[in-house]
Structure formats: C-alpha cells, structure tokens
C-alpha cells in the first residue's frame, strides 16, 4: 500500500510540472502571437493612412471624372482582400496612383512608362487570384526601340483591356484562364488578352457588345489610321488585340 501511495504521489507530482509547463508554453506562444498581431495591425493601418492620402489626391484632381470610373474600387477591393498581401502591392499601388495623378493629364507618355503602368495595375489585380489559377503573362519589349522612350503613347489605353479581362473571367471554373502578352518590336506596340468567361458573362457580352466603345472612339481619334482593335468570342473564350504603329505615328508627329 505504502509503494502504491508513493507511486501515486510521483505521477501527481508529474502531472503537475507537466501541466505548469504546458501553461507556460501556451502562455508564451499566445503572448507571441498577440504581439505579432498588433504590429501587423500597426502597419496595415499606416498602410490605409497612405492609401487615404494618395485616394484623396485623387479626388481633389478630378481624376475620377478622366477615368473607368470603377478602376480605383477595383484596385482597392484587390489589395484589402487579401490584407496581408497589403505591404507586396502597396508599391506597384502607389506607381499606379503616382501614373493616373501626375501623367495621365498629359496627351502622351512613353511606351516606356504606359507600360510599367500596365505591369503594375495587373499584379495588382493577380492578388485577387488563386495561385493555382492559369494566368499567363508574357512581355516582349524591345528597350531599344526608337519610340521606347518616346512621348507617342496615349495615356491609360491599356486600362480597359486589363481590367475587362479580371472583371469577366469566371475564377473557379477548372478550365478557366487569363493570357495578357504585350510587345513592343520595331516601332509596333501590340496587346493581347484572351480570358474564359462564365456563361453569365458570356450572355452579357452577347446583349451588351464587347469590350469599351470610349476606348474604340478614343484610339480612332488619336491614332486614326495607324491602329487596329481586333475582338473575338469563340466558345466562351473573349479576345482583344490591339495593335498600334507607334513608330508611323511618331514620324507623323515629328514631320508635322
């Protein structure tokens, strides 16, 4: 009996630590965590503060009025989906506000500069997709070319494009997909995007017209002849090519 009594006092004396150290080890994992938390918190707020501002720089402007008037809410809903993705777009946001404030009042920019512009709104837009969708990016850029740096682009032209293409892709389809290649080689700029649309989608677009009419009017007014917008819908799969001969275009400019 005495053997037993001792054997019983060991194990309670056991279970004892054992249960002080489990507390302990709970207690400094949930201390850790809280903190983590509060600065993660911290800087998503400084991120807001900054996002805010740079928001209400818009406004003052009336960039709105210039614009897709759904491009800003889209671009936001992006980036606080997934908040904690927040401080990895947060600067291709900021180059995509620091674009719309300070060049898109000009009548041209640089292929140079559209084109980062677009890189940026489209890993923006990624954030919102599974990394296991099938996006495809792909971008051919002669830096060399004679127009690269050239101020012959329209500003934001490469907005509805993308922004049609992430606005009517059906995400959670098995055999859904999005194809954006730009290329700039001699001279010639072009941009393809091809995406799988629901069938919701699709009978809109059937109703509604593909694609953006302002952008239609908008390029056949600057560069009248020295660009094609091709649109296609086949089995569900909506495509736009743009190209434009920006290297006719500048030697229009120049000689005239």
Known sequence: MEGNYYMIHDY????GVFAIFFFLTVSIYLFSQNRSVKLRNARLSEANKMIEQRLNEVQLEHIGTKLNPHLFKNILNSVQSHAYQTYMSLDKLANVLDYILYESNNKFVSPKEEL?????????????????????????????????????????????????????TDFLA???????????????????????????????????????????????????????????????????????????????????
């Open 12 to 15: 309670l004396i056991f279970i």
């Open 116 to 168: 980062n512009f677009a890189l940026s709104l489209i890993e923006i837009n990624k954030i919102k997709v599974n990394p296991l969708f099938d996006f495809r990016i792909k971008s051919k850029i002669d830096k060399s070319d004679t127009v690269f740096e050239e101020k012959v682009f329209a500003p934001l032209i490469s907005v509805d494009l993308i922004e049609n293409a992430f606005k009517h």
């Open 174 to 256: 098995e055999d859904s997909f999005i194809s954006i290649q730009l290329e700039l080689q001699q001279g010639i700029f072009s941009m393809k995007v091809s995406n799988k649309a629901s069938l919701k989608n699709t009978l809109e677009k059937e109703k509604s017209g593909f694609g953006s009419q302002s952008l239609d009017q908008r390029l056949k007014m600057i560069y009248n002849n020295y660009y094609s917008l091709q649109k296609s819908s086949k089995n569900g799969i909506f495509t736009a090519e743009l190209t434009i001969n920006l290297g006719d275009f500048y030697d229009k400019m120049r000689y005239s």
